[in-house]
């Protein structure tokens, strides 16, 4: 069965500075993988995602993340941080085809200190 | 024009009252979702159809009763509810899987039994 793992729950940065939320991931075949941010009070909005391709993944509001196999990883970065940026972060994986269950990670919570 | 709306946004109701959430997408999407977001932020799948056939049901009490009158509607019944009910319930939907696709979620329903 799949997993993920974020090991950060909390993770304070300075505006303008960079910032990489870590997403481990756990399973016994090829999957498919997503980052979501959640704004408080609001529903989860999809960053970006990763099917297959290019290991480097843009997403939306100047995010990236890059998938490494060898390492189960799917790192999310941004070279400078905004204070709108301040929000829960949910990665997810996914064993794709039919209807395989999407797994999320227990989030990491960006905080932007101005 | 909102994608995926729920309604109502907040519902607060005293334990073994019988309760129900709406969910609508106007996004022609043919799969949707249920999911629970406890107070630690955990996210977990509870029912998924697609075109109004269930595919996916979770060990969820038999207390909650998803319905979909059609494959842009998907409401939750909850009967006798109880104080371990409370948390976020999020809609979401996706064309095809949405561990391929990604997830739209809605706002959610913040539930609060007392």
């Known amino acids: 069965a799949q997993s993920v793992t974020q090991l950060d729950s909390q993770v304070p940065v300075f505006e303008e500075a960079p910032v990489e939320l870590r997403c481990n991931y756990s399973s016994s075949v090829s999957v498919y993988l997503f980052w979501y941010v959640q704004y408080p009070n609001q529903g989860l909005q999809l960053l970006l995602k990763?099917?297959?391709?290019?290991?480097l993944v843009k997403g939306i509001n100047g995010f990236e993340a890059e998938f490494n196999k060898s390492q189960t990883s799917f790192h999310l970065r941004k070279p400078s941080v905004h204070i709108s940026d301040t929000a829960e972060y949910f990665c997810a994986v996914s064993e794709g085809g039919g209807y395989q269950k999407v797994t999320f990670g227990t989030g990491t919570k960006l905080q932007v200190i101005p | 024009d909102t994608a995926v709306s729920q309604t109502p946004k907040y519902l607060v109701t005293q334990m073994g009252n019988d309760k129900s959430i709406k969910c609508e997408q106007n996004?022609?999407?043919?799969?949707m979702y249920w999911y629970k977001q406890d107070s630690k932020k955990f996210l977990k799948i509870m029912f998924s159809?697609?075109?109004?056939?269930?595919?996916i049901n979770e060990t969820v009490p038999n207390r909650f009763s998803p319905k979909s009158p059609d494959k842009a509607h998907l409401n939750l019944h909850i009967n006798s509810l109880e104080l371990g009910d409370s948390a976020v319930y999020f809609c979401a939907s996706s064309q095809g899987t949405g561990g391929v696709y990604g997830y739209t979620f809605g706002s959610g329903t913040r539930l609060t039994v007392v």
């Open positions: 996004l022609g999407h043919d799969t």
């Open positions: 990763y099917l297959s391709g290019s290991t």
């Open positions: 159809y697609n075109n109004k056939e269930l595919i």
